[in-house]
């Protein structure tokens, strides 16, 4: 059980493309859904928090306008990487909670962002 | 604000030596310590989560331990497939929400 998936896996993109990431709880409810930025050879950044029908709450530092997340249901999170560039090339993870509160997170695979 | 240490940054075992990894953590008020494994190229794994000082949790060749200030990973007679970078994150009262404080890691490295 609590399985989360991610598609696609990788991509490579154009400069000034946009980016659109979509992650799935499969067997379980999120209510909560979070995106989280990994460079190599470091520890995951976590970019914003949502919960299903709410705004997202973004980290300090995080554009909101160049990272637009959607939760819409509670088994559906999509993360779009708008105008991106190729420092926003990167290793984007998602993760997945039942509750809002003492959860554990289950992990998505990852996506892979190259930007040319 | 929540910190979480991890040491050593990384470890080589030769298969069969058992060892330890070590998470030091600072958090107002614990709600919750996890541990992830992650291969290389994709999302971290659960392993465990730990909620209070004296709790212990197994699995396979792994046990976790937890007390007020730190957490260890014990990994026993481990195998090459064990390889892989393990990561400790706390959850503490202090954040809204279940947001999670990484460790950078330790990168376990079995010799066959």
């Known amino acids: 059980g609590a399985v989360v998936s991610q598609h696609p896996s990788w991509v490579i993109c154009k400069s000034g493309t946009s980016v659109k990431i979509e992650c799935r709880s499969l067997?379980?409810?999120?209510?909560?859904m979070f995106w989280y930025r990994q460079f190599p050879k470091q520890s995951l950044m976590l970019m914003a928090t949502?919960?299903?029908?709410?705004?997202?709450?973004?980290e300090q530092g995080v554009e909101k306008d160049k990272f637009l997340i959607n939760h819409a249901s509670l088994t559906l999170s999509t993360l779009t990487v708008t105008s991106a560039h190729p420092e926003d090339s990167s290793f984007y993870i998602c993760s997945a909670s039942a509750g809002r509160y003492q959860e554990t997170q289950y992990f998505g695979p990852g996506t892979r962002l190259l930007v040319l | 604000e929540d910190q979480v240490t991890q040491s050593p940054e990384a470890l080589r075992l030769q298969e069969g030596e058992s060892s330890s990894l070590n998470c030091s953590y600072t958090?107002?008020?614990?709600?919750?310590l996890f541990w992830y494994r992650q291969d290389p190229g994709k999302g971290p794994e659960f392993l465990f989560t730990l909620y209070s000082a004296g709790e212990e949790k197994e699995k396979e060749r792994l046990k976790a331990t937890l007390t007020k200030k730190e957490s260890f990973l014990h990994i026993t007679a481990p195998k090459p497939e064990d390889s892989a970078t393990y990561l400790c994150a706390v959850q503490g009262w202090r954040e809204y929400g279940n947001k999670l404080v990484f460790g950078a890691g330790t990168i376990l490295r079995v010799k066959s």
């Open positions: 958090v107002s008020g614990l709600r919750g």
């Open positions: 949502s919960n299903e029908g709410s705004k997202a709450t973004y």
């Open positions: 067997d379980f409810q999120a209510t909560t």
